[in-house]
């Protein structure tokens, strides 16, 4: 008993020693005035905060509110078919939800938030996983796996009703086709005049195909043999990308233009959307998956060891809304704008689809939706570090657009000069010779920065390559992990448009029909085509409409999945915690819809859409008129999320105060409860 009580106490200690670590780290943040605050407190603040959330809060919603049952047979044991349905180790799923869950969001996100200052963002970053995302990803895999694995399309039209169900899946294809489009946007702004980052990235495909001819067909089941061969041909790629890029011959080969680019990449998602899994999917994503949690684990080794300093202000005078990376105040648009590092709509697909049909036990719904969550949270705090040691002038001149900076290093600096701070075209240019570039003025988008800060951390801790290589190889690192959701998200729009227009031509429906697969990720693929062409012209880089549009679609969708866990919630009994879904939706609800809002109907045609429509009428430009429907198109489609939201929390505010007045029995869809046969092996 002693002895208990002893390693009680013990324990006791260290949770205390994390929790006082993570309270000093936020306060060397935020008391710092004026003085250089070392990245590495930021780092500390973050993963203290994380475990100790993980610890004990994922531990009280997995105990009291969810009662997770390890005696319940999971859908995966039940309705085990070795296709679908498929029991998988509770590591092995992990990384997989990882790989599924995490794109462009926590790379991007952060970058574009920096022109606040770090410490909103970081702020955000840490509570907004803690207390929303980490939560609704938990909540919905819960959810899910309680229902046989239901999608949240299904199980709002179930838990809600079949209204708020069917504006749910309309609205959840049309801000698929939104996220596409913004990632691939990330993706042409970050390869575009760059020889060596597309040979490098070109490269990925061949060398998917050979390891998923490797594990199909050549030598099955010899995984660590394809990963070996992957993993040389992948540093091979990364090599000879400088060999490329020096050749006046090859190098005009792989020197493309966006509007280029953006032709290539559609057709590579309508190809990674019909060929099947094994040839191009699955291995992408598991060549992937190393190098993701790979790589962050070495950069936040790395920034332990170096402890850069953060030269961006915790605070920028861009609170006020004046911002030239994008328009709009710190609220609400720090928090669409950070959409995937804190809270994500997008995961409840993935909670609600793959992730609960190879759920082994239930219990394993902690560590992979609360933690997985977590992870990714851990990505956006490293892309903010990446960000914040950027020197400030520097930061503006990549990710400011030509229309705004005058597109010389000349009229870059003066217009930074304005804002307060200090570039030089010297400076810009030695910085692009160094990184293998030939430019880096206007790389908008975020990649590009995250690159740079990137290979100032690596380079300054493995000395010996050079920042060329690792600013090439962070270039190879974020376009595989958005390339990773463009093709995944691609088939994953492909079922849903396929299980909408079954209800008006059955044979759409049909998933193994091959004309229905064209067919459906045909017009998939022309959906975020037609907006990335769109953002790859604008001459204001595109980024600066898309990005806002597209946190709002995903802020809006994790509203939506809110909903229908909070709706569970109070029909299993558990009104009394359904605080824990309500919160994080009431804050999301009033951020986004604002946000949505402002873009909409704000005068300033900076940010406003319409009135940037209005500010084009009767312009000469050319483009104008193509610029003009595009802004009424954003509108529109903003408007049409925020009334679908308004409507499902409108349904699901009625379900609740029907069931919780007694008015409605909480009729509740879960499966029936089958005792396990895995329970014994636990």
Known sequence: MLALNMRAIMGGLVWVAVALLGTAGFGALALARGETV?????LVAGVSTYVVAYRFYSRFLAVRVFALDDRRATPAERLSNGRDFVPTAKWVLYGHHFAAISGAGPLIGPILAAQFGFLPGTLWLVAGVILGGAVQDFTILFCSLRRDGKSLGQMAKEEVNPVAGLAAMTAILAIMIILLAVLALVVVNALRESPWGLFTIACTVPIALLMGWWMKQLRPGRVLEASAIGG?????????GQWVSTDPTWSRWFTWTGTELSWALIGYGFLASVLPVWML???????STFLKIGTVLVLGSAILILLPPLKMPALTQFVDGTGPVFAGKLFPFAFITIACGAISGFHSLVASGTTPKMLTKESDARLIGYGGMLTESFVGLMAMIAAATLEPGVYFAMNVSAGTLGGTPESAARAIATWGFTVT???????????????????????????????????GVFTGPGLALWYHFAIMFEALFILTTVDTGTRVGRFMLQELGSHLWKPLG??????????????????WGYFLYQGVVDPLGGINSLWPLFGISNQLLAAVALCVGSTILIKMGQARYAWVTLLPLAWLATATLTAGWQKVFASDPRLGFLAHARSLAGSTDPSAARLIFNDRLDAALALFFMAVVVVVIA???????LVVSKRKAPLVNEAAFVESALVAGN
């Open 425 to 459: 075209p010297e400076q810009m240019q030695a910085l692009a010779r160094e990184m293998g570039e030939a430019t880096l003025l206007s790389r908008t988008g975020g990649a590009p920065s995250l690159a740079v800060g990137m290979a100032a951390i690596l380079g």
């Open 651 to 657: 349904a699901s505010a009625r379900e609740w105060w």
């Open 510 to 527: 049909r998933t193994s029909w091959y004309p229905s697969i064209a067919i459906s990720s045909a017009l998939v693929v022309a959906g």
């Open 281 to 287: 999917l699955c291995p992408r994503d598991y060549l």
């Open 38 to 42: 070392s990245a590495a407190w930021l």
């Open 232 to 240: 040389a041909l992948l540093v091979g790629a990364l090599l000879a």
